[in-house]
């Protein structure tokens, strides 16, 4: 009896795996807001700056706003916009911050808003998680991490678990 509930222990993790993956997928809340699957990139040695994406959802009935954010694995981190203009990519520093509307989110996603880590003290390792505090009007201080995916690695994927 006791091999066989076991094994029956053993079937049930299986048949739970596939619908485990986008359970995997880390948030992190404080307050209205959701910050879902965060991660950025790898890099290569030399390279000072790295993107960090995500979603962020505000669930409460007031806007909020993404003004700044901190990481021990680089010297300052930046609210960025980036956008097409006249056939060329632009990153734009968000001074006023990101405003996050309520009852709503804001994706950060390569091509788009992003934060920056700018002056990185060493390379993004692949797999490994970057510490990022980020700085929210109302909400105040969230602790997140990044996930550091492969080069190749798109928003899309995030969304499904990740590393
Ligand atoms: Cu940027």
Partial sequence: MRIRSIAI???AALALAPLAAPVAARAFRKGDLTIS???TRQTAAGQSVGGGFMIIANSGVQADQLVDGTSPAAERVEIHSMSLEGGVMRMRHL?????????????????GYHIMLIGLKRPLALGARVPVTLHFRRAGRVEISLAVE????QASEAQHGGH
């Fill in 95 to 111: 001074n006023g911050g990101l405003a996050i509307p309520p009852r709503g989110s804001v994706a950060l996603a390569p091509g």
């Fill in 150 to 153: 492969s080069v190749a690695f």
């Fill in 37 to 39: 699957a965060p991660w």
């Fill in 9 to 11: 222990a053993v079937t």
